[in-house]
């Protein structure tokens, strides 16, 4: 921290401090730092309680059940700093379904946290020996968790006093990281299991593709942006039935699922992010209406024309048809509102299927159009799953839930070009954003996601 | 400003090492930043909430790539903003002012654009000006948090309190967090909830993530702790911010204020010497020179670099006239100081500025004009010592004896420890 000022000027006065110098034009009618003047920070990065991607499928090794995930925290670098790569203390992390289609929820499982922190003041350090187990009394610092499930009937607490999966912190202090994470998984009440803790960043894109929205073009894709870092996930199995309307997933088997999380403040407790669909925030939501719809419940979508009118008239097609000679798809793109805001089916809008609109539930009522990541729990998982999913054929895929495997940007470049509508692929888009999969392989079981990390990202 | 995970692509994205060796300088008199040691395939980092330097080498790398993304030239002008606001260099406000404009021309009327400039405004103290680029930020993005964060600061250096407070408030329901919390803190002290500020303070300590805003809310219950005489409980908060952020200045200051005030002179004029040869900031410079005074040694060589330096900010076109009120009131001229108070006043109407000018009017003998102003200043109930023992020496002056005992014995209930022969050393924003 310096105050620049001029050396030679202040010599020439006759006055020699310790001052350092640097241009005295850049303090041309500045004001320098008043000492009257107090200035707090402004807003900063919130990662703690940033969504980054909500995940929602039939589980495949257990087909009668439902696997629903969020993770947070993007972009955490593996050994960057434990200290900081943790669920807040004072927020509420949720999934909520809506299994009606009243852009409402039925049913919320909610996550809070605690630390137990063991350091004292004499260490910063994680650990301080190696970690065999979650319990090891070398793990210096730990966070507990309650999960409640809340519905129309009550709130019932489901896990009492879990611990969050730590971070991994290599293979010196943890030998086995495999083990801690199988421990941390807890069994529910009525078959499901839970989960919570640092897992791989298991979603993955050249994120370079967005930089057409500033004049970039695709020639410079074919990178995982994601690769290597780790994110902080909360994951649920539950049987189907929990969460369908009625309790019935064989008569009503479509359900809407998004994420959100509430920060304390002193009047209450207030959402600060949101997340249904992948890439909703990057290509559909307009930049000056990012922040209102990381507040608004999905109740209120309906009721912000700007947001429809962003589904309906994208930009995304417009670069997409300047680059590649395309023709973008006549607006207002009812397929995209069909998609994104009501789920598709035959009475929704032009695609000519019926797929995972909660409308299509037996005991439906009326359905208000709203964004969040659509579920039919029917669809059995794929024997071959599609990176493409429903474009490709595989109903089991994005846009019906979400899959680790999908790969959500090709689907969504696909989608925007119209293809959902033609039921035909866009040759000139076949490359995407030429990232296909994972680095990672993902896991055959619950929680399915990688575990985190233990190299450093930009490690060569 | 929240941005998604993905949407921190905007600048948190990867480029080819090759673009980062090829840079001219985005901004004149930007240095390209150091590759040094970038490895071969990456990089723009993603931008971390926890390095202002690193955002800005990120930001910048990645406009070198993509100069149309209007969201990053706001970013990168308001991540300035805050660097000038952090190392108190206003060399970074014209770097600020550029990449803001060149937001605003790639995307008119953007509210990430209109909130940076809003923000500059307001570092440069033209609070009006900052408080109309908010509310047009306000109206482009009813849901932003930047525009209230402008809002509560630029109302609060206006002496618009209520609407400081709702800004407060409507940033709270926004996004409770550092930024909000930290103000409610300071509105609850002007308020005289010192319970309620300390509180929001561990709010904002609980919240914060990187070292200089972890430094801040620590620094600022030292603050707290030294206003109200419990000076072992304010050394060691500012302990905690240095341990957090060690070349955090307010902090050093504030260990040389608590060991004057705790009556350890000489330990605090080395303190001060090291503080004032690293940020000479008029304040620290001040509070140096009362402590040597305090300390039976010659303060002339702090006076002489103070007055070099206002001729330099004056040979700008720089105006700081709240600290040259307070010190001339103090340590040299009071007709010079009602002139600065004056013109304080007339721009911030608020209750330091009220301060300033009832202090230097009483200086210059004119305390029946004095009065009005010091009770504008303690209006507030801000349990602030000086404010009122500068009005219970106006009231002593002019013989009114009862209310003068009830000031006095009101600084004194603010801070037992406070010493009106270290008159710098109380003032605190």
């Known amino acids: 921290m310096e105050l620049r000022i001029n050396r030679r000027a202040l010599i020439g006065i006759g006055v020699a401090g310790a001052l350092t110098a640097s241009s005295f034009a850049l303090l041309r009618a500045e004001t320098g730092v008043a000492s009257s003047h107090r200035e707090a920070p402004m807003i900063a990065g919130d990662p703690r309680n940033d969504n980054t991607d909500v995940y929602a499928f039939v589980s495949p090794d257990r087909p009668d059940t439902v696997t629903l995930m969020a993770n947070f925290i993007p972009f955490e670098e593996p050994n960057g700093g434990p200290n900081f790569y943790q669920f807040d203390t004072d927020s509420r992390y949720n999934i909520k379904i809506d299994s009606d289609g009243d852009a409402k929820p039925d049913t919320v499982y909610q996550w809070t946290f605690r630390n137990e922190d063991k350091r004292g003041t004499a260490t910063f350090l994680y650990d301080n020996g190696p970690i065999t187990s979650l319990n090891d009394k070398n793990l210096l610092f730990r966070q507990r968790y309650t999960l409640k499930k809340i519905t129309h009937n009550g709130t019932r607490t489901l896990v009492e006093d879990g611990v969050v999966a730590p971070s991994n912190t290599g293979a010196a202090s943890m030998p086995d990281y495999g083990s801690l994470r199988t421990q941390s998984i807890k069994a529910l009440p009525g078959g499901g299991k839970a989960f919570a803790g640092q897992a791989d960043e298991a979603f993955f894109a050249d994120l370079r593709v967005f930089d057409l929205l500033y004049g970039g073009n695709l020639s410079e894709v074919g990178q995982d942006t994601l690769k290597g870092y780790n994110v902080h996930s909360l994951a649920l199995q539950v049987p189907k039935d929990e969460v369908a309307l009625k309790g019935d997933a064989g008569r009503n088997p479509v359900i809407g699922v998004w994420s959100t999380v509430d920060k304390w403040s002193p009047k209450g407790y207030v959402q600060v992010s949101r997340l249904g669909q992948p890439l909703v925030n990057e290509v559909v939501v307009p930049a000056g209406l990012k922040d209102a719809f990381n507040a608004l419940p999905p109740y209120q979508d309906a009721d912000v024309a700007a947001v429809v009118k962003r589904v309906t008239h994208p930009e995304v097609p417009r670069l997409l048809a300047a680059i590649y000679g395309l023709k973008a798809p006549r607006t207002p793109r009812a397929d995209l509102a069909e998609i994104f805001l009501t789920g598709i089916a035959k009475t929704n809008g032009p695609i000519k299927a019926d797929l995972n609109s909660q409308g299509l539930n037996k005991d439906a009522g009326k359905l208000r159009p709203s964004e969040m990541l659509r579920l039919n729990m029917a669809i059995a998982p794929a024997a071959e799953p599609d990176r493409l999913g429903v474009l490709a054929g595989d109903l089991q895929g994005f846009p019906n839930g979400r899959r680790l495997g999908d790969d959500v940007i090709d689907i969504a470049l696909q989608a925007m070009a119209g293809a959902a509508q033609s039921g035909k692929l866009v040759d000139a888009l076949a490359a995407g954003d030429k990232v296909n999969q994972n680095d990672k392989p993902l896991g055959t079981r619950f929680p399915y996601i990688p575990l985190p990390g233990d190299t450093s990202v930009n490690e060569s | ?429």
């Open chain 2, 1 to 429: 400003m929240k941005t998604s995970a993905k949407a921190r692509l905007a600048a948190g994205v990867l480029a080819l090492a090759a673009a980062l060796t090829a840079g001219a300088a985005l901004i004149p008199g930007e240095r390209t930043p150091p590759v040094a040691g970038a490895p071969l395939q990456l990089v723009e980092t993603p931008v971390s909430a926890v390095s202002l330097a690193g955002a800005i080498q990120a930001l910048t790398t990645r406009l070198r790539r993509l100069p149309g993304d209007h969201q990053a030239w706001a970013q990168l002008g308001s991540a300035y903003v805050q660097q000038a606001r952090l190392s108190a260099d206003p060399s970074f406000y014209p770097k600020a002012e550029q990449a803001l404009a060149r937001s605003a021309a790639l995307s008119p009327g953007n509210f990430a654009a209109l909130t940076g400039q809003a923000a500059l405004a307001a570092g440069r103290h033209d609070f009006t000006e900052a408080v109309r680029l908010a509310k047009l930020s306000q109206a482009a993005n009813p849901y932003g948090q930047g525009a209230q964060a402008v809002l509560a600061d630029a109302y609060t250096q206006l002496g618009r309190y209520g609407e400081a407070t709702r800004a407060i408030d409507r940033l709270m329901e926004l996004h409770p967090g550092v930024a909000s919390f930290t103000r409610a803190s300071y509105d609850a002290e002007l308020r005289g909830d010192r319970t309620a500020a300390r509180r929001m303070l561990e709010h904002a300590l609980a919240d914060a993530v990187s070292p200089a805003d972890i430094a801040y809310c620590r620094h600022y219950l030292g603050e707290l702790a030294l206003r109200s005489g419990d000076l072992p409980g304010a050394t060691e908060q500012y302990r905690l911010a240095l341990q957090a952020a060690p070349d955090f200045a307010p902090a050093l200051a504030g260990t040389a204020r608590a060991a004057a005030l705790d009556g350890r002179l000489d330990e605090a004029a080395g303190r001060y010497a090291a503080v004032v040869g690293r940020l000479p900031l008029a304040q620290y410079v001040i509070e140096y020179g009362e402590v040597l005074s305090a300390a039976g040694k010659d303060p002339a060589e702090q006076w002489a670099l103070l007055r070099a330096q206002r001729e330099l900010m004056k040979a700008a076109g720089v105006g700081d006239d709240l600290t040259w009120a307070e010190f001339e009131a103090d340590h040299g001229s009071a007709a010079r100081a009602v002139d600065h108070a004056e013109a304080e006043y007339a721009r911030n109407p608020n209750v330091v500025a009220a301060d300033a000018l009832a202090w230097a009017l009483h200086r210059d003998g004119r305390d029946r004009q004095a009065l009005p102003y010091a009770r504008k200043a303690t209006a507030t109930g801000w349990r602030n010592a000086l404010l009122h023992h500068h009005r219970a020496e106006i009231e002593r002056s002019l013989g009114l004896s009862a209310e003068s005992k009830k000031s006095a014995a009101r600084a004194r209930d603010a801070d037992p420890a406070f010493s009106p022969d270290l008159p710098a050393l109380a003032r605190f924003s």
